[in-house]
């Protein structure tokens, strides 16, 4: 089975900051999670490089809108290897085989009568890249988001019908029967987006006159496409739209397209309109999270207070990093985060419980076996209710995208493992009874072994080297893949009698 996921491909005049690394994590650890379940993963990310916002940046700079993006291209790049990140793809829209795409959906547009020209004056944020109506803005005629005020533009242009496609949307949003529905996600913002689309649509114009840096229309080159369609249409060129028929229909339609809800509207009623209007089928899911704020304070260049992917992979190394940034605050509503939440949920969650039960189980393991699994009869208790702890409800959480309250199951099965060593007090039986202890450390590296390989997607690195520290066989993403088919615990453990462990060190050093 395939899974096509996406995030946004982000515009080039910001630097890649702990946002644009929010929305992309979270695509890669629900990507991991695909293909450990033996799914067929195409993982898209990339930048957005059309328009005026690029055009001014660039001119602010003293570079040509072309060497800006391939500077800052390449840095989003760079923050995604730094994150550990397993895109498929990354695509730049100023690349050829993006232009073939565009050029082929516009003229198609046309072809069908969806495209008409007129004179057109409205109130264009550049920020945003689209024009708004009074309506749209703030009390103070502002743009709610950037809060600047909108300029005053005129020209003709070429217009997208989108009002014509009202019902279809409204039929293929709301009706879970529908053969083409898509599901909004969470569900609360769906349903600002159906009450939206219940108070009707305007045609959108499609291309500016007065903008050079973007792709001409097929039909008038002096016109370029409207950033906003030219971005959306990088989901079915990355998959090979128009030339490649074969990968192509292999992926398409996408399964979830993530983003942040300030650009769910587009996702979720321009781009399937557009897809209509060429007769494509449309996207299976549209997941939007919220927007987080720092320390109270919307994250912005002017305060001085974005945080950088590098920033936080210095202070809590890549995996931890990764799994901080996305399990802080629920996957959907806004929240906020500072520093100080994020490294008490790195003690609580990783040095003390993780970091802990994998320290104190190896140094029992050294002190008295040799730093060997303990020879013993396999006893499997522990990892079997581990195992019922975890199972389902990690499952269904991961699919969802719900990864923090996957993350809270998984600390669930850490501390019940804790608590067992506890009970058990290994310390005594250290003293007393020597079969007893052995047949408890071979429990606990069993447990923790199922642990591992569902903190895989979140951490991988970190999980590859448990793996081996805690003396387990074979690969662990092979293991994984098989282990999440048939959930079937090998009747000699994962980490089997007389193997070798590792003294871990300090694998979460702990943060004051
Ligand atoms: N280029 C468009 C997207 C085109 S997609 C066809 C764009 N780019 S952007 O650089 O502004 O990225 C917006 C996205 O970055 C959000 O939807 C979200 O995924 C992520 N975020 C940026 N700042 C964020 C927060 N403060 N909080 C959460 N997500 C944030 O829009």
Avoid at 164 to 180: C, G, I, V, Y
Avoid at 183 to 191: A, C, G, H, L, S
Avoid at 385 to 412: G, P, R, Y
Wanted: charged letters at 20%.
């Amino acid at each position: 089975m395939k899974c096509y996921i996406t995030t946004p491909i982000y515009y080039v005049n910001d630097i890649p900051h702990i946002g644009h690394s929010y929305t992309t994590i979270a695509s890669d650890i629900l990507a991991r999670w695909k293909r450990l379940n033996n799914f067929n993963v195409f993982f898209l990310t990339g930048t957005d490089e059309h328009g005026i916002k690029i055009a001014i940046a660039a001119k602010e700079k003293g570079k040509t809108p072309q060497e800006l993006c391939d500077e800052m291209s390449a840095k989003f790049k760079e923050a995604w290897k730094l994150l550990n990140i397993s895109y498929t793809d990354f695509i730049r829209t100023t690349e050829q085989r993006h232009f073939i795409a565009v050029e082929k959906i516009v003229q198609d547009l046309l072809d069908k009568g969806f495209i008409f020209k007129k004179k057109y004056e409205g109130l264009y944020c550049v920020g945003c890249e689209r024009f708004f109506t009074q309506k749209d803005l703030d009390e103070n005629g502002c743009c709610s988001f950037h809060k600047t005020k909108p300029a005053l533009q005129s020209e003709e242009n070429y217009f997208f019908k989108l009002s014509s496609f009202q019902d279809a949307l409204l039929e293929r949003l709301t009706n879970p029967n529908h053969k083409e529905y898509i599901e909004i996600q969470p569900e609360e913002r769906k349903n600002e987006i159906i009450g939206k689309l219940k108070l009707g649509l305007e045609d959108i114009s499609f291309s500016r006159s007065a903008i050079e840096w973007g792709i001409p229309l097929p039909f008038d080159k002096k016109q370029t496409v409207y950033v906003w369609v030219d971005a959306l249409i990088n989901y079915i060129t990355a998959i090979g739209y128009p030339k490649n028929e074969v990968t192509f229909q292999k992926y398409w339609p996408a399964d979830v397209h993530l983003m942040a809800k300030d650009i769910l509207w587009f996702h979720s009623v321009i781009w399937p309109a557009i897809l209509m209007g060429t007769g494509l089928p449309l996207p299976k899911k549209v997941y939007s999270h919220g927007f987080f704020t720092l320390d109270g304070n919307k994250m912005s260049k002017s305060l001085g207070n974005v945080i950088s992917p590098q920033e936080l992979v210095d202070k809590y190394g890549v995996d931890a990093a990764r799994y901080l940034v996305v399990t802080l605050i629920p996957f959907g509503p806004d929240g906020d985060i500072s520093w100080q939440e994020l490294t008490l949920k790195y003690n609580t969650d990783l040095a003390n419980n993780l970091g802990n039960l994998i320290s104190r189980t190896i140094k029992m393991a050294e002190k008295h076996f040799n730093l060997q699994v303990p020879e013993t009869k396999p006893d499997l208790e522990l990892a079997k209710k581990v195992t019922t702890t975890i199972k389902e409800s990690f499952a269904l959480n991961m699919d969802n995208i719900q990864l923090h309250k996957a993350a809270e199951i998984l600390q669930n099965a850490i501390t019940l493992v804790n608590r067992q060593i506890e009970i058990d007090t290994p310390w005594t039986l250290a003293k007393t009874d020597m079969n007893k202890l052995a047949s408890c450390i071979y429990s606990y590296l069993q447990a923790i072994s199922i642990i591992i390989m569902h903190l895989l997607s979140f951490m991988p690195s970190i999980s590859e080297k448990i793996w081996q520290i805690i003396g387990a066989s074979g690969n662990i993403n092979e293991t994984a893949k098989k282990y999440f088919i048939d959930a079937i615990i090998p009747e000699n453990g994962f980490s089997v009698v007389n193997s070798q462990l590792q003294t871990p060190g300090i694998l979460f050093p702990r943060i004051v």
